[in-house]
Nanobody, 119 residues
Framework: QVQLVESGGGLVQAGGSLRLSCAGS????????MAWFRQPPGKERRFVAS????????TYPDSVKGRFTISRDNAKNTLYLQMNSLKAEDTAVYYC????????????WGQGTQVTVSS
């Protein structure tokens, strides 16, 4: 089992950058496939990025590809999301999530961190 705590959200102007962090507890953080999701106001939660256990493989939807970068530091039990060229439509609560197997649902979720992009 892993507990996840996000940080780094805030208010930023359009075109700016933010880096989110997700601290994981436990000694097995490196065993989890990790991901970021986001939920805009009044909308469903959507996938933002994922990263393999080693960090070698990353996946993004077209909406953030080229602007967002997911990374992890297994020695620090921490997941990151570097967000550049932010747009108003990136405004959402951002969640990190973890799962053991690639074909299973994400079992563990953080509490979320608010990102607000002003235009």
């Amino acid at each position: 089992q892993v507990q996840l705590v996000e940080s780094g959200g805030g208010l930023v102007q359009a075109g700016g950058s933010l880096r989110l962090s997700c601290a994981g507890s436990g000694r097995t953080f490196s065993s989890y496939i990790m991901a970021w999701f986001r939920q805009p106001p009044g909308k469903e939660r959507r996938f933002v990025a994922s990263i393999s256990t080693s960090g070698a493989v990353t996946t993004y939807p077209d909406s953030v590809k080229g602007r967002f970068t997911i990374s992890r530091d297994n020695a620090k039990n921490t997941l990151y999301l570097q967000m550049n060229s932010l747009k108003a439509e990136d405004t959402a609560v951002y969640y990190c999530a973890a799962r053991i197997q690639p074909n299973q649902p994400y079992d563990y979720w953080g509490q979320g961190t608010q990102v607000t992009v002003s235009s």
